[in-house]
Protein backbone atom coordinates (compact mmCIF):
# COMPACT_ATOMS: atom_id res chain seq x y z
CA UNK A 1 0.00 0.00 0.00
CA UNK A 2 1.68 3.63 -0.99
CA UNK A 3 0.51 6.82 -0.93
CA UNK A 4 1.64 9.24 -2.64
CA UNK A 5 1.48 13.41 -2.43
CA UNK A 6 2.59 15.85 -5.13
CA UNK A 7 3.56 18.96 -2.88
CA UNK A 8 4.11 22.71 -4.38
CA UNK A 9 4.71 25.06 -1.56
CA UNK A 10 2.60 23.66 0.95
CA UNK A 11 4.34 24.44 3.51
CA UNK A 12 1.53 25.89 5.88
CA UNK A 13 -0.57 22.50 5.63
CA UNK A 14 2.23 19.45 4.48
CA UNK A 15 2.63 18.87 8.66
CA UNK A 16 -0.76 18.33 9.39
CA UNK A 17 -1.40 16.19 6.48
CA UNK A 18 1.70 13.85 6.98
CA UNK A 19 0.85 13.83 10.63
CA UNK A 20 -2.56 12.48 9.79
CA UNK A 21 -1.47 9.87 7.58
CA UNK A 22 0.70 8.97 10.20
CA UNK A 23 -2.17 7.89 12.40
CA UNK A 24 -3.56 5.23 9.85
CA UNK A 25 -5.21 2.77 11.10
CA UNK A 26 -3.91 0.48 8.09
CA UNK A 27 -1.17 -1.76 9.92
CA UNK A 28 1.52 -1.14 6.81
CA UNK A 29 1.74 1.81 4.15
CA UNK A 30 4.55 3.85 2.66
CA UNK A 31 4.33 7.36 2.27
CA UNK A 32 5.94 9.41 -1.37
CA UNK A 33 6.01 13.24 -1.49
CA UNK A 34 6.69 14.46 -4.38
CA UNK A 35 8.25 18.05 -4.56
CA UNK A 36 7.46 19.75 -7.80
CA UNK A 37 10.36 22.55 -6.73
CA UNK A 38 9.02 24.10 -3.74
CA UNK A 39 10.59 27.12 -2.89
CA UNK A 40 9.05 27.66 0.58
CA UNK A 41 10.89 26.00 3.23
CA UNK A 42 8.50 22.64 2.44
CA UNK A 43 10.91 20.12 0.87
CA UNK A 44 13.12 20.49 3.84
CA UNK A 45 10.47 20.69 6.26
CA UNK A 46 9.75 17.04 5.27
CA UNK A 47 13.10 16.10 5.00
CA UNK A 48 13.81 17.11 8.54
CA UNK A 49 10.30 16.46 10.59
CA UNK A 50 9.40 13.24 8.26
CA UNK A 51 12.03 10.85 8.16
CA UNK A 52 10.58 7.94 7.18
CA UNK A 53 8.59 9.72 4.06
CA UNK A 54 10.66 9.01 0.81
CA UNK A 55 11.31 12.32 -1.06
CA UNK A 56 11.29 12.41 -4.66
CA UNK A 57 12.77 16.23 -5.64
CA UNK A 58 12.22 16.88 -9.02
CA UNK A 59 13.90 20.50 -8.98
CA UNK A 60 10.64 21.63 -11.49
CA UNK A 61 6.97 22.01 -11.17
CA UNK A 62 5.71 19.31 -13.80
CA UNK A 63 2.37 19.71 -12.53
CA UNK A 64 -0.34 17.16 -10.60
CA UNK A 65 -0.59 15.05 -13.53
CA UNK A 66 3.69 15.19 -14.29
CA UNK A 67 4.42 14.98 -10.50
CA UNK A 68 1.85 11.96 -9.70
CA UNK A 69 3.38 10.04 -12.73
CA UNK A 70 7.10 10.35 -11.35
CA UNK A 71 6.30 8.25 -8.82
CA UNK A 72 3.34 6.12 -10.19
CA UNK A 73 5.96 4.54 -12.82
CA UNK A 74 7.54 3.26 -9.58
CA UNK A 75 4.87 1.72 -7.62
CA UNK A 76 4.34 -1.91 -7.61
CA UNK A 77 2.02 -2.10 -4.36
CA UNK A 78 -1.77 -3.53 -5.31
CA UNK A 79 -3.06 -0.15 -3.81
CA UNK A 80 -1.83 3.17 -4.52
CA UNK A 81 -3.93 6.25 -2.58
CA UNK A 82 -3.29 9.90 -3.99
CA UNK A 83 -3.83 12.81 -1.60
CA UNK A 84 -3.45 16.47 -1.31
CA UNK A 85 -1.16 18.30 0.45
CA UNK A 86 -3.68 20.36 1.73
CA UNK A 87 -5.87 17.71 2.15
CA UNK A 88 -6.30 16.06 6.30
CA UNK A 89 -7.34 12.53 6.39
CA UNK A 90 -9.48 10.76 8.86
CA UNK A 91 -7.81 7.81 11.22
CA UNK A 92 -9.92 4.79 8.54
CA UNK A 93 -9.41 6.96 5.72
CA UNK A 94 -7.23 4.38 4.32
CA UNK A 95 -9.04 1.23 5.71
CA UNK A 96 -12.30 2.54 4.45
CA UNK A 97 -11.18 2.78 0.91
CA UNK A 98 -9.38 -0.47 0.63
CA UNK A 99 -12.24 -2.36 2.34
CA UNK A 100 -14.31 -0.64 -0.69
CA UNK A 101 -12.19 -1.95 -3.36
CA UNK A 102 -11.78 -5.30 -1.65
CA UNK A 103 -15.95 -5.62 -1.38
CA UNK A 104 -16.13 -4.29 -4.58
CA UNK A 105 -13.97 -6.42 -7.38
CA UNK A 106 -15.27 -4.53 -10.34
CA UNK A 107 -14.53 -1.26 -9.06
CA UNK A 108 -11.14 -0.27 -10.32
CA UNK A 109 -11.23 3.04 -8.11
CA UNK A 110 -12.53 4.65 -4.80
CA UNK A 111 -13.89 8.27 -4.17
CA UNK A 112 -13.43 9.87 -0.36
CA UNK A 113 -16.19 12.28 1.01
CA UNK A 114 -14.08 15.45 1.47
CA UNK A 115 -15.17 17.80 3.28
CA UNK A 116 -14.33 21.92 3.92
CA UNK A 117 -11.20 21.99 6.27
CA UNK A 118 -12.42 25.83 7.55
CA UNK A 119 -16.36 24.40 7.20
CA UNK A 120 -16.02 20.78 8.32
CA UNK A 121 -20.38 20.68 8.18
CA UNK A 122 -20.35 21.32 4.70
CA UNK A 123 -19.36 19.18 1.77
CA UNK A 124 -16.32 19.44 -0.69
CA UNK A 125 -17.38 16.94 -2.85
CA UNK A 126 -18.83 13.27 -2.78
CA UNK A 127 -17.09 11.91 -5.96
CA UNK A 128 -16.95 14.06 -9.37
CA UNK A 129 -19.91 13.75 -11.83
CA UNK A 130 -19.60 14.13 -15.57
CA UNK A 131 -22.76 15.89 -16.94
CA UNK A 132 -24.47 15.80 -20.96
CA UNK A 133 -23.29 19.09 -21.50
CA UNK A 134 -19.35 17.32 -21.15
CA UNK A 135 -18.38 19.15 -18.05
CA UNK A 136 -17.36 18.20 -14.60
CA UNK A 137 -19.01 18.77 -11.32
CA UNK A 138 -18.18 18.32 -7.92
CA UNK A 139 -20.40 15.71 -6.46
CA UNK A 140 -22.51 17.24 -3.33
CA UNK A 141 -20.60 20.40 -3.10
CA UNK A 142 -22.16 22.67 -0.41
CA UNK A 143 -24.81 20.22 1.35
CA UNK A 144 -24.12 19.48 4.82
CA UNK A 145 -21.44 17.18 5.91
CA UNK A 146 -24.33 14.08 6.93
CA UNK A 147 -25.59 14.32 3.00
CA UNK A 148 -24.61 11.60 0.54
CA UNK A 149 -24.15 9.27 3.10
CA UNK A 150 -24.42 5.71 0.72
CA UNK A 151 -21.78 3.94 -0.50
CA UNK A 152 -22.80 3.63 -4.17
CA UNK A 153 -21.05 3.73 -7.61
CA UNK A 154 -20.48 7.27 -9.10
CA UNK A 155 -18.78 8.56 -12.44
CA UNK A 156 -15.11 9.42 -10.77
CA UNK A 157 -12.87 10.39 -7.89
CA UNK A 158 -11.16 13.43 -6.97
CA UNK A 159 -7.22 12.68 -7.73
CA UNK A 160 -6.87 15.05 -4.42
CA UNK A 161 -8.38 11.62 -1.90
CA UNK A 162 -8.74 8.31 -3.95
CA UNK A 163 -7.58 4.83 -3.92
CA UNK A 164 -6.82 3.44 -6.86
CA UNK A 165 -5.54 -0.28 -8.27
CA UNK A 166 -2.41 -0.46 -9.77
CA UNK A 167 -3.40 -2.87 -12.17
CA UNK A 168 -6.13 -0.51 -13.48
CA UNK A 169 -3.78 2.44 -13.95
CA UNK A 170 -1.50 -0.09 -15.51
CA UNK A 171 -4.09 -1.43 -18.18
CA UNK A 172 -5.52 2.24 -19.18
CA UNK A 173 -2.44 4.46 -18.68
CA UNK A 174 -1.71 6.97 -16.11
CA UNK A 175 -2.47 10.89 -16.34
CA UNK A 176 -2.47 12.76 -18.88
CA UNK A 177 0.55 14.77 -18.57
CA UNK A 178 -0.30 17.61 -21.65
CA UNK A 179 -2.97 18.52 -18.84
CA UNK A 180 -0.50 20.12 -16.65
CA UNK A 181 -3.02 20.48 -14.04
CA UNK A 182 -7.12 20.57 -13.49
CA UNK A 183 -9.20 18.10 -15.15
CA UNK A 184 -6.40 15.31 -15.44
CA UNK A 185 -9.13 12.88 -13.12
CA UNK A 186 -11.49 13.77 -14.59
CA UNK A 187 -9.97 13.15 -17.95
CA UNK A 188 -8.84 9.25 -15.86
CA UNK A 189 -12.33 8.48 -14.54
CA UNK A 190 -13.65 8.57 -17.97
CA UNK A 191 -10.86 6.67 -19.44
CA UNK A 192 -11.26 3.83 -16.60
CA UNK A 193 -14.80 3.60 -17.24
CA UNK A 194 -14.55 3.49 -20.82
CA UNK A 195 -12.92 0.54 -20.16
CA UNK A 196 -14.91 -1.24 -17.40
CA UNK A 197 -13.60 -0.16 -14.51
CA UNK A 198 -16.11 1.44 -12.07
CA UNK A 199 -15.79 4.06 -9.10
CA UNK A 200 -16.75 3.31 -5.66
CA UNK A 201 -17.87 6.39 -3.36
CA UNK A 202 -16.86 5.51 0.20
CA UNK A 203 -18.82 8.21 2.45
CA UNK A 204 -16.97 6.85 5.75
CA UNK A 205 -13.55 7.31 4.06
CA UNK A 206 -13.73 11.30 5.01
CA UNK A 207 -10.76 13.71 4.03
CA UNK A 208 -11.01 17.65 5.52
CA UNK A 209 -9.52 19.59 2.59
CA UNK A 210 -8.43 23.14 2.39
CA UNK A 211 -8.89 23.53 -1.61
CA UNK A 212 -7.60 26.31 -4.23
CA UNK A 213 -5.11 26.62 -1.98
CA UNK A 214 -2.28 27.16 -4.51
CA UNK A 215 -4.39 28.22 -7.81
CA UNK A 216 -7.69 29.91 -6.26
CA UNK A 217 -10.86 29.78 -8.12
CA UNK A 218 -12.05 32.06 -11.27
CA UNK A 219 -7.98 32.97 -10.99
CA UNK A 220 -6.12 32.95 -14.54
CA UNK A 221 -4.72 29.78 -13.84
CA UNK A 222 -7.71 27.86 -12.96
CA UNK A 223 -9.60 29.60 -16.04
CA UNK A 224 -7.16 28.56 -18.32
CA UNK A 225 -6.18 24.89 -17.34
CA UNK A 226 -10.01 24.02 -16.71
CA UNK A 227 -11.90 25.46 -19.68
CA UNK A 228 -8.52 24.15 -22.32
CA UNK A 229 -8.66 21.28 -20.11
CA UNK A 230 -12.33 20.16 -20.46
CA UNK A 231 -12.38 20.56 -23.88
CA UNK A 232 -9.92 17.80 -24.25
CA UNK A 233 -11.76 15.58 -22.08
CA UNK A 234 -15.03 15.81 -24.48
CA UNK A 235 -13.18 15.38 -27.54
CA UNK A 236 -10.85 12.47 -26.29
CA UNK A 237 -13.20 10.10 -24.35
CA UNK A 238 -16.75 11.03 -25.23
CA UNK A 239 -18.21 8.06 -27.31
CA UNK A 240 -19.31 8.45 -31.30
CA UNK A 241 -22.60 7.65 -30.40
CA UNK A 242 -23.19 10.32 -27.55
CA UNK A 243 -21.74 13.33 -29.46
CA UNK A 244 -24.99 13.89 -30.93
CA UNK A 245 -26.73 13.71 -27.90
CA UNK A 246 -24.09 16.10 -26.12
CA UNK A 247 -22.58 18.24 -28.53
CA UNK A 248 -25.28 20.69 -28.62
CA UNK A 249 -25.03 21.49 -24.47
CA UNK A 250 -21.76 21.80 -24.33
CA UNK A 251 -21.72 24.32 -26.83
CA UNK A 252 -24.16 26.06 -25.15
CA UNK A 253 -22.17 25.55 -21.84
CA UNK A 254 -19.05 26.97 -23.68
CA UNK A 255 -21.25 30.20 -24.61
CA UNK A 256 -22.54 30.36 -21.19
CA UNK A 257 -19.50 30.59 -19.72
CA UNK A 258 -18.26 33.05 -22.22
CA UNK A 259 -20.55 35.25 -21.28
CA UNK A 260 -19.98 34.71 -17.31
CA UNK A 261 -15.99 35.72 -17.88
CA UNK A 262 -16.79 38.04 -20.31
CA UNK A 263 -19.27 39.70 -17.48
CA UNK A 264 -16.18 38.87 -14.97
CA UNK A 265 -13.40 40.80 -16.79
CA UNK A 266 -11.79 37.77 -17.66
CA UNK A 267 -13.16 36.83 -21.34
CA UNK A 268 -9.56 37.30 -22.54
CA UNK A 269 -8.10 34.55 -20.70
CA UNK A 270 -11.00 32.10 -21.16
CA UNK A 271 -10.67 32.78 -25.21
CA UNK A 272 -6.68 31.71 -24.60
CA UNK A 273 -8.01 28.23 -22.82
CA UNK A 274 -10.20 27.54 -26.02
CA UNK A 275 -7.75 28.46 -28.79
CA UNK A 276 -5.50 26.05 -27.25
CA UNK A 277 -7.68 24.09 -26.90
CA UNK A 278 -8.05 23.81 -30.35
CA UNK A 279 -4.35 24.12 -31.11
CA UNK A 280 -4.26 21.13 -29.21
CA UNK A 281 -6.81 19.37 -31.10
CA UNK A 282 -4.94 17.07 -33.25
CA UNK A 283 -3.10 15.58 -30.35
CA UNK A 284 -6.26 15.29 -28.73
CA UNK A 285 -7.76 13.01 -31.91
CA UNK A 286 -4.66 10.67 -31.27
CA UNK A 287 -5.31 10.16 -28.14
CA UNK A 288 -9.00 9.89 -29.01
CA UNK A 289 -8.39 6.84 -31.23
CA UNK A 290 -6.58 4.89 -28.91
CA UNK A 291 -9.07 5.40 -26.46
CA UNK A 292 -12.29 4.53 -27.96
CA UNK A 293 -10.20 1.64 -29.41
CA UNK A 294 -10.03 -0.02 -25.81
CA UNK A 295 -13.65 1.10 -25.03
CA UNK A 296 -15.12 -2.51 -23.48
CA UNK A 297 -18.66 -0.85 -22.26
CA UNK A 298 -21.57 0.29 -24.34
CA UNK A 299 -22.64 3.51 -24.76
CA UNK A 300 -25.68 3.28 -22.96
CA UNK A 301 -23.67 2.40 -19.95
CA UNK A 302 -21.51 5.91 -20.50
CA UNK A 303 -24.81 7.72 -21.25
CA UNK A 304 -26.54 6.46 -18.07
CA UNK A 305 -23.57 7.67 -15.47
CA UNK A 306 -23.97 11.37 -16.92
CA UNK A 307 -25.50 13.92 -15.15
CA UNK A 308 -28.40 15.80 -16.95
CA UNK A 309 -26.56 19.17 -17.08
CA UNK A 310 -28.11 22.02 -15.15
CA UNK A 311 -27.65 25.49 -15.94
CA UNK A 312 -29.21 27.30 -13.92
CA UNK A 313 -28.71 25.91 -10.72
CA UNK A 314 -24.63 25.50 -11.53
CA UNK A 315 -24.87 29.54 -12.55
CA UNK A 316 -26.24 30.33 -9.21
CA UNK A 317 -23.50 28.23 -7.20
CA UNK A 318 -20.99 30.61 -9.14
CA UNK A 319 -22.44 33.60 -8.03
CA UNK A 320 -22.95 32.59 -4.64
CA UNK A 321 -19.30 31.54 -4.39
CA UNK A 322 -18.28 34.73 -6.66
CA UNK A 323 -19.90 36.94 -4.04
CA UNK A 324 -18.53 35.75 -0.61
CA UNK A 325 -14.93 35.76 -2.01
Known amino acids: MTVVIVNWNG???IRECLNSLEKQTVPEYS???VDNGSTDGSLELVR???TKVQVISLGKNLGFSGGNNVALNEISTEYVALLNNDAMPDNYWLAKLISALENHPDA??????????HKPDQIDRAGDVFTTAGTALLRGRGKTSDAYNEKEYVFGACAGAALYRTEMLRDIGLFDEGFFLLYEDVDLSFRAQLSGYKCIYVPEAVVYHVGSGSIGEDTPTSIYYSHRNLEWVYIQNMPDGLIKKTIFAHLAYDLAALIF???KGRGGIYLKAKWDAIKGIRKALKKRRKIQENKKVLDDYIFNLLDKEKFIPRLTRRLRVNRSS
Do not use: Q, R, T
Not at 108 to 117: D, E, N, P, Q, R
Open 11 to 13: GIY
Open 31 to 33: IIL
Open 48 to 50: ESF
Open 108 to 117: GFAASKMLFY
Open 261 to 263: FVA
